[in-house]
């Protein structure tokens, strides 16, 4: 049998992970150059749209080294987004060493940071690689220097890389082979398998992939989930290659998956263990940290006649991302629903994605937001991350908010830029330190409602891409809290209603009303939004009544301009939800979260 090694790739996001995963595979001749296309490890549209990986993937790589000896490469690929650091930890479980990969020309950065001292926690080997050398703007004593200081590595140890020229690959594999351990772990001890992901496949139910720690598994074996005790037979068990490759068994050390007739969706839990029936380990592998959802909004079918349909497709869903939770909501507006719990904004709009596309829903979300605590008259404390739940105001004691500490790392000339900011942000107790010349770390105190929105995308566009950011939840503080409510033509949406912050309340009340303007279509009568708070209206828009004829504004002949017209206007109305006598597109639930226009 081969040696073993099991690694991951760790990097600031857009260093360059999935491009070498990509050369990696490459180099082990899983494809020839005509079957390669770039980013192979990026199955999801979403993920080739957006460049950016989100879960992780598996994948087993065959190589023979320098020595002449044959490996199996386990590579379990991660995303690099702050949300989805929780991916990031459940992949470093099932390994022994990580690539930490570092950007030529942009050097250190936040995440990269955090995900060594995730690797760190695991005590897991790391292996310094510096990546893009071929970038005219790459400066590798430079990048050494921050590795040395920064991050407390032996710059002499770094292995220099291009994944995109395909310059060093087989150092990188070399490397992998000798500074990374094989697994430890026995066959003939009882099995143990960590399960680190599973997805459903419509025919044979869920597939799981796992790292099998101690013991044996085959097709026949009967296995029992530690955590419910949920018995299933084994029907076939296999390693990831580019596609599910059968084998007759996994054994200690491997990574791969077992396919078990698993229709029960519910039975299957990321980071439980699994062990055989008949011969049980008594106690579970340490499994994951516990993933805490900070940003809630609520998920309602665009037709009420969807919600089972929806209800099937959150539950598929949330296999292949554990890292949703999610519960049944309902609204005066919308009717039945679920609200949802997310890791972040970036995570909220995947998800949303990922429903519409891969599962075929037509779904409304409804305004972010974060969990606030409130004491009331009667000394209880309540904890509300859902505005319909905002208790009577002339009951509230005090109320609190969560509070992150925001690390942003960028070149010293947009520390200006990035102050004002995180000013505007309510951030508070800025601090500075000097890493390595020419570079800032700037540290705020930040409440947490104010970077779900679109604090990355701001930060990126005012440090010209240069800054990066990192956070983590600190501590509740007191603040100064209301309920904003959104009235359309006199009657009270719920579902756009937001807990703010008293000062900025007029601020986002404004915003909002001309957000909904622009995006509700006009009607053949005057509508009016309001944004209210108690009772009193603190800011309003008028939505015109309209023109009937949407083609008339296209003078005469254009025929297919005209048709266009006509399809959109048709297309628009199946995403329409009615409120009252008013119809708000699906897009409008959305865009008002967007501080800013796109
Ligand atoms: N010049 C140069 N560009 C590279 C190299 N490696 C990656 N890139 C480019 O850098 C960009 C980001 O690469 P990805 O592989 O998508 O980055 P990633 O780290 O996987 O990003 P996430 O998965 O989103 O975290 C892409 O445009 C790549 O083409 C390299 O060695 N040289």
């Not at 351990?181 to 799981?208: C, I, M, N």
Request: with cysteine; net charge negative.
């Amino acid at each position: 049998m081969p040696s073993i090694r099991n690694f991951s790739i760790i990097a600031h996001i857009d260093h360059g992970k999935s491009t070498l995963a990509d050369r990696l595979i490459q180099h082990a001749g899983l494809v020839d150059e005509r079957q390669f296309h770039d980013q192979m490890l990026d199955t999801m549209d979403i993920e080739r749209e957006r460049g950016i990986t989100i879960k992780s993937n598996t994948i087993t790589l065959p190589y023979t080294g320098r020595n002449g000896e044959t490996y199996a490469l386990n590579l379990i690929d991660t995303p690099g987004h702050v949300d989805f650091s929780y991916e990031v930890s459940r992949a470093l479980a099932s390994c022994e060493g990580v690539l930490l990969l570092v950007d030529a020309s942009q050097g250190v950065e936040a995440q990269t940071i955090a995900n060594l001292y995730a690797a760190m926690e695991h005590d897991l080997v790391v292996i310094p690689v510096i990546n893009k050398i071929d970038l005219p703007s790459a400066d590798v004593d430079r990048v050494k220097e921050e590795i040395e200081n920064e991050l407390a590595l032996d710059s002499e140890q770094v292995i220099l890389c291009s994944a995109k020229e395909g310059i060093g690959i087989e150092d990188v594999l070399e490397a992998i082979v000798e500074r990374i351990p094989p697994p430890k772990g026995s066959p003939s001890e009882p099995l143990a398998a960590l399960v680190f992901d599973a997805h459903y496949d419509p025919f044979r139910g869920a597939v799981v992939a796992c790292r099998v720690v101690d013991g044996v598994v085959r097709p026949g074996d009967l296995i029992r989930f530690l955590s419910n005790g949920a018995v299933h037979k084994v029907e076939e068990v296999g390693i990831f290659g580019l596609k599910r490759e059968s084998r007759k068994s996994l054994s200690a050390g491997e990574v791969g998956y077992i396919i078990a007739g698993i229709k029960t969706v519910s039975d299957v839990n990321i980071g439980d263990t699994i062990t055989l029936d008949r011969m049980p380990v008594e106690k579970p592998l340490p499994g994951f940290r516990e993933v805490k959802p900070v940003v809630f909004s609520s998920i309602y079918p665009v037709s009420s006649d969807d919600y089972p349909s929806l209800a099937d497709a959150l539950e598929k869903y949330k296999l292949n991302d554990a890292a949703l939770v999610y519960q049944k909501d309902s609204s005066a507006a919308l009717g039945q629903g679920f609200r949802c719990g997310f890791l972040g904004l970036l995570h909220l709009e995947i998800v949303q994605e990922r429903l519409e596309r891969e599962y075929d829903q037509s779904i409304i979300m409804t305004v972010p937001s974060v969990q606030y605590r409130f004491k009331l008259d009667t000394a209880e404390t309540v904890i509300v991350e859902n505005p319909q739940y905002y208790p009577d105001p002339t009951r509230i004691v005090s109320a609190e908010e969560p509070f992150i500490r925001a690390s942003i790392l960028c070149p010293d000339r947009y520390m200006g830029a990035v102050m004002k900011l995180c000013s505007e942000r309510r951030g508070e107790n800025p601090r500075f330190s000097v890493p390595t010349p020419g570079r800032v770390e700037i540290v705020f105190d930040m409440p947490l409602a104010e970077v779900i929105f679109d604090f990355y995308d701001r930060l990126k566009t005012v440090t010209q891409g240069y800054g990066s950011f990192d956070y983590e939840i600190i501590e509740y503080r007191e603040s100064n809290l209301a309920k904003l409510d959104i009235l359309v033509n006199g009657e009270k949406v719920d579902a756009l209603s937001l807990i703010v912050h008293r000062d900025r309340a007029r601020e986002w009340a404004v915003q909002v009303c001309e957000r909904l303007k622009e995006e509700i279509p006009r009607h053949q009568f005057k509508i009016a939004i309001q944004g209210a708070i108690g009772g009193k209206i603190i800011a309003r828009s008028t939505i015109s009544a309209f023109r009937k004829d949407v083609t008339a504004k296209c003078y005469g002949g254009d025929i297919t301009r005209k048709r266009k017209l006509l399809e959109k206007q048709k297309k628009g109305k199946k995403r329409m939800k009615m409120v009252g006598a008013v119809s708000i597109p699906q897009s409008a639930f959305v865009a008002v979260l967007k501080a800013e226009k796109a």
